[in-house]
């Protein structure tokens, strides 16, 4: 049995320590990092994701492309409480020569497979990784975080059709529908919706899930598993909050890249120690 | 990443044969293909132009057609290379590197992956089709990137070894290609490395550095000059960035006359690659003159009937020598 509670810790820990760095950098996005902590805790701590902090580049182990970069905390100290280096490094977090870049670096991070930041690249660097595990007969798994906002990049709907022409089973993709992007409420920026209707016109498996529910995305990464059989790339669209778990930055426009202040962060470790 | 493997040529062309750069490719990348199985191939619905058909044909497991979706072909191709395989990627040189920019950018060259841009119908001889394709400007936005080699090809001998070499070389390329048939200049025994400037012909009065089909108009300039009795020195510069500056220094410091001819705008190409390392690291008294598309776009008709109505004919080139050869004796 998965231990629900136990990935739900490790959830927290992660949002704590984002929050820490954000603070300590003064900048940084902690919005999209609390949004998809949930996610990057039930890949890394569920078993769903392989992977080896001794050997980072473990033939064996899957492989997750984090195309919002600019959530870069949240990945960062989900890779450190996996054991890819200590977490407390992390509070260097955007400092000149710091490892940890405000966007991921796969060049200086072990345990980041790509360097993003630009949005829009993420899907088809999947799209590749998918289609070398085809080539080579591999049962690698290939994950991918995508934001909501960044599907107004047109490049992520060239990905998306040729994940589904390629029949690449191997690849599950999430996005994070937090519905808030840098200006505002996505639907008033530029309207995604129907998500779960384009993707299925382009012929991927869609799964819509609370983000939140630990059990949920565990249960959809399981049922991910098994659609693989199948010849259709996997999309979960995960419902979040932005912000999630800091009340007063949930579902604030406000905090999506905005560094807490001194009694910000006191206030938040508070609510999220609870 | 992935290990590229050494292989054995065997190149066909002659001097004076009429072959374009992109054949060259095809039957690289298709010799390739068969005898490293870490090679894979995208294109972006243009095989049977860029001739990575050739390839297609012969291993369509390891060939990924990705529609007309540039950005998504270079994103792909950086997550293949991501996971082990050399990739080539290929398309109209215009769209390969213009459309998807910041994808070879960000997704190939900062994550420092091995994926080849190899870009065919670049330059004013892509001829018919117009100013929408043909791009002059592509050395210059790759030459900016950090991390980038860049490649032009002067014929097809060389762009057959600089696909083998681009193979072997760990770390991202960019080829720019030909559509159009231009003479061979390079016999079976020439050896291109990245990073080495050619000397084809010595001479001491003033020195054309070319690239591209302009070598073969560089070398039929310097034979009309020879009989004027002027000693042109004619030198290939395929490989753009990394740049072979002591080449530069050494030519200029001998004639103290330079010449640059390309297929390209004289705004960021090779002709001020060349300037940048006269300006720091030879005498000022360098005289220069930088031969191009004098940033403008071009315009339908033939591919070398082109190369002259843009000011690239043989004849411009005799003339611009004769001028610079005359502006040092004013000086003097």
């Given at each position: 049995?998965?231990?629900?509670?136990?990935?739900?810790?490790?959830?927290?820990?992660?949002?704590?320590?984002?929050?820490?760095?954000?603070?300590?950098?003064?900048?940084?996005?902690?919005?999209?990092?609390?949004?998809?902590?949930?996610?990057?805790?039930?890949?890394?701590?569920?078993?769903?994701?392989?992977?080896?902090?001794?050997?980072?580049?473990?033939?064996?182990?899957?492989?997750?492309?984090?195309?919002?970069?600019?959530?870069?905390?949240?990945?960062?100290?989900?890779?450190?409480?996996?054991?890819?280096?200590?977490?407390?490094?992390?509070?260097?977090?955007?400092?000149?020569?710091?490892?940890?870049?405000?966007?991921?670096?796969?060049?200086?991070?072990?345990?980041?497979?790509?360097?993003?930041?630009?949005?829009?690249?993420?899907?088809?660097?999947?799209?590749?990784?998918?289609?070398?595990?085809?080539?080579?007969?591999?049962?690698?798994?290939?994950?991918?975080?995508?934001?909501?906002?960044?599907?107004?990049?047109?490049?992520?709907?060239?990905?998306?059709?040729?994940?589904?022409?390629?029949?690449?089973?191997?690849?599950?993709?999430?996005?994070?529908?937090?519905?808030?992007?840098?200006?505002?409420?996505?639907?008033?920026?530029?309207?995604?919706?129907?998500?779960?209707?384009?993707?299925?016109?382009?012929?991927?498996?869609?799964?819509?899930?609370?983000?939140?529910?630990?059990?949920?995305?565990?249960?959809?990464?399981?049922?991910?598993?098994?659609?693989?059989?199948?010849?259709?790339?996997?999309?979960?669209?995960?419902?979040?909050?932005?912000?999630?778990?800091?009340?007063?930055?949930?579902?604030?426009?406000?905090?999506?890249?905005?560094?807490?202040?001194?009694?910000?962060?006191?206030?938040?470790?508070?609510?999220?120690?609870? | 990443?992935?290990?590229?493997?050494?292989?054995?040529?065997?190149?066909?062309?002659?001097?004076?044969?009429?072959?374009?750069?992109?054949?060259?490719?095809?039957?690289?990348?298709?010799?390739?293909?068969?005898?490293?199985?870490?090679?894979?191939?995208?294109?972006?619905?243009?095989?049977?132009?860029?001739?990575?058909?050739?390839?297609?044909?012969?291993?369509?497991?390891?060939?990924?057609?990705?529609?007309?979706?540039?950005?998504?072909?270079?994103?792909?191709?950086?997550?293949?290379?991501?996971?082990?395989?050399?990739?080539?990627?290929?398309?109209?040189?215009?769209?390969?590197?213009?459309?998807?920019?910041?994808?070879?950018?960000?997704?190939?060259?900062?994550?420092?992956?091995?994926?080849?841009?190899?870009?065919?119908?670049?330059g004013l001889t892509v001829g018919e089709d117009g100013a929408?394709h043909q791009?002059i400007?592509?050395?210059?936005?790759?030459?900016?990137?950090?991390?980038?080699?860049?490649?032009?090809?002067?014929?097809?001998?060389?762009?057959?070894?600089?696909?083998?070499?681009?193979?072997?070389?760990?770390?991202?390329?960019?080829?720019?290609?030909g559509r159009a048939?231009v003479?061979?200049?390079?016999?079976?025994?020439?050896?291109?490395?990245?990073?080495?400037?050619?000397?084809?012909?010595?001479?001491?009065?003033?020195?054309?550095?070319?690239?591209g089909v302009m070598?073969?108009r560089?070398?039929d300039a310097?034979?009309?000059?020879?009989?004027?009795?002027?000693?042109?020195?004619?030198?290939?510069?395929?490989?753009?960035?990394?740049?072979?500056?002591?080449?530069?220094?050494?030519?200029?410091?001998?004639?103290?006359?330079?010449?640059?001819l390309e297929e390209h705008n004289i705004?960021?190409?090779?002709?001020?690659?060349?300037?940048?390392?006269?300006?720091?690291?030879?005498?000022?008294?360098?005289?220069?003159?930088?031969m191009g598309v004098e940033d403008k776009f071009g315009q339908s008709g033939k591919g070398m009937e082109l190369l002259d109505h843009y000011g690239l004919g043989v004849a411009d080139i005799v003339r611009e020598?004769?001028?610079?050869?005359?502006?040092?004796?004013?000086?003097?």
């Amino acid at each position: 049995m998965t231990d629900y509670k136990e990935i739900a810790a490790k959830a927290s820990e992660i949002r704590i320590n984002s929050l820490k760095m954000i603070h300590a950098a003064a900048s940084g996005h902690p919005g999209g990092s609390l949004s998809i902590s949930d996610i990057l805790a039930t890949l890394y701590f569920g078993g769903h994701l392989r992977h080896n902090p001794q050997d980072p580049e473990d033939p064996s182990r899957d492989i997750l492309v984090q195309s919002k970069g600019h959530a870069s905390p949240a990945l960062y100290s989900c890779l450190g409480l996996a054991g890819f280096y200590p977490i407390e490094d992390t509070i260097t977090f955007r400092e000149l020569g710091s490892k940890f870049q405000g966007h991921i670096d796969r060049t200086k991070v072990p345990g980041v497979e790509i360097s993003t930041g630009s949005l829009g690249h993420g899907l088809s660097n999947a799209v590749g990784i998918a289609i070398a595990a085809k080539l080579d007969k591999s049962d690698r798994k290939v994950f991918a975080i995508l934001s909501d906002g960044e599907l107004q990049e047109g490049s992520n709907w060239e990905a998306t059709m040729s994940a589904a022409h390629f029949k690449l089973s191997n690849l599950v993709a999430f996005v994070d529908r937090n519905r808030i992007q840098l200006d505002g409420w996505t639907e008033e920026t530029m309207g995604l919706d129907p998500l779960a209707d384009k993707f299925k016109a382009f012929n991927w498996e869609v799964l819509e899930i609370d983000g939140h529910n630990i059990e949920e995305i565990d249960q959809a990464l399981n049922k991910a598993q098994g659609l693989g059989s199948g010849d259709k790339p996997v999309m979960i669209l995960a419902n979040t909050v932005k912000g999630k778990g800091v009340s007063f930055m949930e579902d604030e426009v406000a905090w999506h890249g905005v560094a807490p202040k001194d009694e910000d962060l006191n206030k938040a470790l508070e609510e999220l120690a609870k | 990443m992935g290990q590229a493997v050494k292989i054995d040529m065997d190149s066909t062309w002659q001097i004076g044969d009429m072959a374009a750069t992109r054949e060259a490719y095809g039957k690289a990348l298709k010799e390739l293909g068969d005898k490293n199985s870490q090679v894979v191939v995208l294109d972006a619905d243009l095989s049977g132009s860029t001739q990575t058909k050739h390839f297609a044909k012969a291993h369509p497991d390891r060939f990924f057609n990705m529609g007309i979706a540039e950005m998504n072909m270079i994103g792909t191709a950086a997550g293949l290379a991501r996971a082990g395989k050399i990739p080539f990627a290929s398309s109209f040189a215009m769209f390969a590197t213009g459309r998807a920019w910041e994808f070879v950018r960000n997704s190939v060259a900062h994550n420092y992956l091995n994926v080849k841009v190899c870009a065919t119908h670049a330059g004013l001889t892509v001829g018919e089709d117009g100013a929408s394709h043909q791009i002059i400007e592509d050395i210059a936005i790759m030459r900016v990137i950090p991390e980038m080699t860049v490649i032009v090809p002067a014929d097809a001998t060389e762009a057959y070894q600089a696909i083998y070499a681009v193979a072997e070389h760990d770390g991202p390329v960019y080829v720019r290609l030909g559509r159009a048939k231009v003479p061979t200049v390079f016999a079976e025994d020439y050896k291109f490395e990245i990073g080495k400037a050619a000397t084809l012909v010595e001479g001491n009065d003033v020195t054309l550095i070319a690239c591209g089909v302009m070598v073969s108009r560089a070398l039929d300039a310097a034979k009309e000059l020879a009989e004027q009795g002027i000693k042109a020195e004619v030198i290939n510069m395929a490989t753009i960035k990394p740049l072979d500056n002591q080449a530069i220094v050494k030519t200029a410091t001998k004639t103290g006359k330079v010449i640059t001819l390309e297929e390209h705008n004289i705004i960021g190409g090779l002709g001020d690659a060349v300037a940048s390392v006269l300006s720091e690291e030879v005498d000022s008294k360098v005289r220069f003159k930088r031969m191009g598309v004098e940033d403008k776009f071009g315009q339908s008709g033939k591919g070398m009937e082109l190369l002259d109505h843009y000011g690239l004919g043989v004849a411009d080139i005799v003339r611009e020598a004769l001028t610079i050869l005359r502006s040092g004796e004013a000086t003097t």
